[in-house]
């Protein structure tokens, strides 16, 4: 992980609505976040969190009934909030920042040989053609790890494997020659064998690139195995970020306690598996106080008045939680986590 | 590939065979004096026994069965009892299946050259005016019986622009009103059928991740929407020929050209069996055979056909 | 919603630090799920509302049955079938253009328009209800067991198969030529022909839905198979019922004309909407006597452009995916 601290990215305040059947739905509720170059940050959270939605909008995707109410997206000097047509947006989507999807079996077109996928986003954004963008395409294909690119380019998407399409899908993502590559639950769909492999290929590739990435994913396995820095969402807002050691060993939202604790390796034998009670809020609905409250065993009173702002753990790691202000009792994370936690420091700073 | 054209003939023949069994069947339920015909009148009860008799319809069921299929294969439908007495049935059809077909092929050629882009239409402006307006224009066609809107275009159409009524092969202008009339069913199901396919596409994840690519959304329309529609679009191609020959029994009348599906309507009002038996037997076959080909034609086209061992998405 | 600051450090008095007690921990608040009270009739019925064409025209098609129905009873209504006379000269009143007397009319052999248009009415709407009913019932019976019972799949693809094949158009054909033309005939030949798609779609559904995990789900739970129809299968199979008996009606029509057309529709002395169109279709040369065809031609595409469209829009509505 490279330690410039350059922002890439920085998104403020941000507030995007949608309108379903005459109602208004706020799905992403005053987010802020900064996104520095070169690392690799993962957005965490339940479906319904926002995540997803977030992404979409920094590249234009949202549908058509979503819109942002408030709020700046900073890149390269522009503010994408602003943009209202395609043509501005062509200048960002595949060129400054590409996504890899999430179910690679319905992402490709059916009908059209992958090779030809491939080099549409290569005429696209790198300005190659004919020969050029054939070699081209060819190398990429080899770059993901498929054998046998010649062949392999004329075959249709049914004649592949799920893990082969989704680095097909990555191949159509690295062709675009992005600077920020955003991979939405890019191993969801896949077996689990097949996981590891891919997420591999994206380190190596964001390393052979120079990517800075942004992982989606409800999934604290691969947020361990890729991740720099952490973001928790929850209902439509970043409920806690940081790095990932210190999200993992010294989380300090009673929801990102949740979360962990709900990892079935902390299960003990013979007990049953912890779960969150309830479920996320309604989004329709106004929402005062912190969003969790309701099922925060944690919850204080204030919790229910009043959202909380960020309280500093350290200078990369903060949290939006009334527990870290100075008059809270004090608070410590269920007995499951104390011990998850106690390994973990040390064994960052032992073996 | 081969082996989804042989499964899908076999099928095919199967049907068919089902097919025109049950119709013969069926056939054979016809009022008697369809096969008498005008000479029945100078026949005794005794006579036309005899006469019966010796067309073979006292046979067995079965035997009538398996004499049926033998002159089938012949080529044999009997001969015509009213219409030019004596005279084999399939030259009488055979002179007017020209016609049929001429306006069938033509009809659908037009119906997708405007019906097509109406349903891109439709798709891309879903809402405003011009989807409304085809919409109005889908539901009337396919609401309101054919046989009343073809009279009212015959005639107020006619009047207005002072065009004569019957179609008469020498003056093209005449081919034009049966031409339009029968194409307007066919352009609102392309139109219909077009833009539900745009529409449910457009939502497809592919899409989604085309757009992120960076492509433009009007290239995606028409590289990947549109150029993908044509599979299933290939698929009902034949058949939509064969039934808009079957549907044309209306125009035919209406304008009096000689089809086979005027033939069909002269021959039930004579009560000539023979031909009736004839039509009705040809009639039923063409779905199965438009269906037939159009498969063919898919999975020529299709990718997932030709290159997989998968069945069509039909 | 900026960063911990200053000013939230100092905002502590002593009203504010009651704020910082642990809250009372509500197990069924939190177990509460942010969306209930759904009833499936109601949301059906309060989306169908919404489009306001079809529910004009659900009132207009309502008024215009319960008018068919009540108008003989009407005063000064005139008898379809008799034919009148012209006071002056003793003939027949013939092809008499819409006046005070005859409000639409009279046809070739003078017999009042007004009332032989809603005569054939009452009997194109009969032929065409009773034909969407039995058609319904007998085709939800076979599709369901297609559907459910893997017994009798196998032998009924097979007979849906040979009566999906012949052309709809012969059969009628075949039917009017074999049993001649009347009312029953009309009804009997398009059942015939028309249980075929209702039993394709509810077969269809019941396959899907049969093996729909939600379905899986719900046996497993031990959910009684009544219940599961009612609550689980019934919801989506309604839309399509309906839907597809008021297409019914339109076609009834649609065919009734077509067969009357050939030859092969009911006797004139039954006036339907068949046959007063084809009446007026002889005299179609005539500019004058165009009013005996367009009345009826009038009268039948509102009736079928109103079924079609109530139709499409309830099924519409009952499609539990565009519900709120």
């Given amino acids: 992980m490279k330690e410039t601290k350059e922002k890439i990215l920085s998104i403020q305040n941000l507030v995007i609505k949608f309108t379903l059947r005459g109602k208004v739905l706020t799905a992403i509720r005053d987010v802020s976040l900064d996104l520095y170059k070169g690392e690799s940050l993962a957005i965490v959270g339940e479906s319904g969190s926002g995540k997803s939605v977030l992404m979409k909008s920094i590249m234009g995707l949202l549908d058509k009934n979503g819109y942002i109410a408030q709020g700046q997206i900073f890149y390269q000097g522009e503010d994408l909030a602003q943009f209202k047509t395609e043509k501005d947006w062509l200048k960002i989507r595949g060129k400054e920042i590409a996504m890899v999807t999430q179910d690679p079996m319905t992402s490709l077109n059916p009908l059209k040989t992958i090779g030809k996928q491939i080099e549409e986003a290569v005429v696209l954004h790198q300005g190659l053609k004919g020969n050029e963008a054939y070699d081209k395409v060819l190398q990429l294909l080899r770059d993901v790890g498929i054998q046998d690119p010649e062949r392999r380019y004329k075959q249709y998407p049914h004649e592949f494997s799920g893990g082969m399409r989704q680095r097909i899908v990555i191949a159509i993502a690295i062709a675009c020659n992005p600077k920020i590559l955003i991979c939405d639950e890019p191993t969801t769909a896949l077996d689990v064998t097949i996981q590891a492999q891919i997420l591999n290929l994206l380190k190596t590739l964001q390393e052979k690139y120079q990517l800075t990435t942004i992982y989606i994913t409800h999934d604290l396995g691969v947020v361990a195995k890729v991740a720099d820095r952490v973001a928790v969402m929850y209902a439509g807002d970043v409920i806690e970020f940081g790095k990932t050691d210190e999200i993992f060993f010294n989380a300090k939202h009673p929801y990102t306690w949740a979360l962990i604790s709900s990892l079935p390796q902390l299960g003990e034998k013979g007990k049953e598996l912890y779960s969150i009670k309830g479920t996320p809020p309604n989004l329709f609905k106004e929402i005062k106080g912190d969003a969790f409250a309701p099922r925060n065993p944690y919850a204080l009173k204030i919790d229910f008045v009043e959202t909380p702002p960020y309280f500093k753990v350290s200078d990369t790691h903060f949290a939006k939680t009334w527990l870290l202000h100075p008059n809270a009792p004090k608070v410590e994370p269920p007995e499951v986590l104390k011990k998850f936690f106690e390994e973990g420091r040390l064994y960052a700073h032992g073996g | 590939m081969i082996e989804y054209i042989g499964k899908r003939l076999l099928q095919s023949v199967v049907t068919l065979f089902i097919i025109v069994t049950a119709v013969f069947l069926l056939l054979r339920l016809l009022p008697e004096e369809g096969y008498l015909g005008a000479a029945a009148d100078k026949m005794s009860p005794e006579q036309q026994e005899i006469y019966l008799t010796n067309l073979g319809l006292r046979d067995p069921i079965l035997v009538q069965l398996g004499n049926f299929y033998v002159d089938l294969l012949k080529g044999d439908f009997g001969k015509s009892i009213t219409y030019r007495t004596d005279v084999p049935v399939m030259d009488i059809i055979s002179d007017k299946i020209m016609y049929s077909l001429t306006f069938g092929v033509a009809a659908v050629i037009v119906s997708i050259l405007i019906g097509v882009p109406l349903g891109i239409l439709m798709a891309q402006f879903k809402g405003r005016w011009l989807d409304r307006l085809g919409t109005g224009y889908i539901v009337f066609i396919v609401a309101v019986p054919s046989m009343v809107y073809f009279l009212l275009i015959q005639v107020y159409i006619t009047d207005f622009f002072n065009l004569p009524m019957l179609f008469d092969e020498d003056r093209p202008i005449t081919w034009l009103l049966p031409l339009i009339s029968l194409s307007l069913g066919p352009i609102a199901s392309y139109a219909m059928w077009m833009r539900r396919y745009m529409v449910d596409e457009l939502n497809k994840d592919y899409i989604k991740l085309a757009r992120a690519k960076g492509v433009k959304e009007r290239t995606i329309m028409f590289r990947h929407v549109l150029r993908n529609a044509f599979i299933p679009l290939s698929q009902y191609l034949p058949a939509t020929i064969l039934l808009t020959i079957t549907g044309s029994i209306y125009i035919e009348s209406l304008y009096s050209i000689p089809g086979m599906g005027g033939l069909l309507v002269d021959a039930i009002q004579r009560q000539d069996n023979p031909l009736v038996q004839a039509l009705v037997l040809i009639f039923s076959s063409l779905g199965i055979i438009g269906l037939f080909l159009g498969d063919v034609l898919m999975a020529l086209v299709d990718p997932r056909i030709k290159f997989g061992k998968g069945e069509s998405v039909r | ?324």
Avoid at chain 3, 80 to 99: F, H
Avoid at chain 3, 151 to 173: C, D, Q, R
Avoid at chain 3, 241 to 257: C, K
Avoid at chain 3, 269 to 291: F, H, W
């Fill in chain 3, 1 to 324: 919603m900026g960063l911990y600051s200053e000013e939230i450090r100092n905002i502590t008095d002593k009203s504010m630090e009651q704020l910082f007690e642990f809250a009372s921990q509500d197990e069924d608040q939190a177990e509460k799920i942010g969306y209930s009270n759904y009833s499936y009739w109601r949301s059906t019925w309060k989306s169908f509302l919404k489009n306001k064409v079809a529910v004009t025209l659900l009132i207009l098609v309502l008024a215009l049955v319960l008018f068919v129905l009540i108008q003989p009873y009407l005063p000064n209504q005139k008898s379809p079938t008799e034919i009148y006379l012209d006071p002056d000269t003793g003939y027949q009143a013939r092809n008499v253009k819409p006046n005070d007397d005859f409000w639409f009319g009279t046809n070739s052999i003078g017999q009042d328009l007004w009332s032989r248009i809603w005569a054939g009415t009452r009997t194109s709407l009969f032929i065409g209800v009773v034909v969407a009913v039995v058609e319904a019932i007998i085709g939800i019976t076979i599709g369901a067991l297609w559907g459910y019972s893997r017994k009798l799949e196998g032998a009924i693809t097979h007979v849906y198969n040979v009566f999906e094949n012949i052309p709809t158009t012969i059969v009628l054909i075949l039917m009017s030529l074999i049993l001649r033309p009347s009312i029953s005939t009309i009804i009997i030949a398009m059942c015939i022909t028309g249980w075929v798609e209702m039993a394709r779609f509810i077969r269809n559904q019941i396959v899907i839905l049969r093996d729909r995990e939600y379905n899986l789900a719900s046996r497993t739970l031990g959910t009684p198979t009544s219940r599961i129809i009612m609550k689980n299968l019934l919801p989506y199979l309604i839309s399509i019922i309906m839907l597809r008996m008021s297409l019914a009606i339109p076609f009834a029509i649609g065919s009734e004309v077509f067969l009357t057309y050939i030859g092969l529709g009911l006797p004139v002395s039954e006036p339907s909407l068949g046959n007063l169109i084809n009446e007026g279709r002889v005299l179609m040369m005539s500019p004058d006597l165009r009013y005996q065809l367009l009345f009826p031609s009038i009268v039948l595409s509102f009736i079928t452009i109103s079924f079609y469209i109530i139709g499409n829009a309830f099924a519409d509505a009952a499609d539990p995916k565009n519900h709120v």
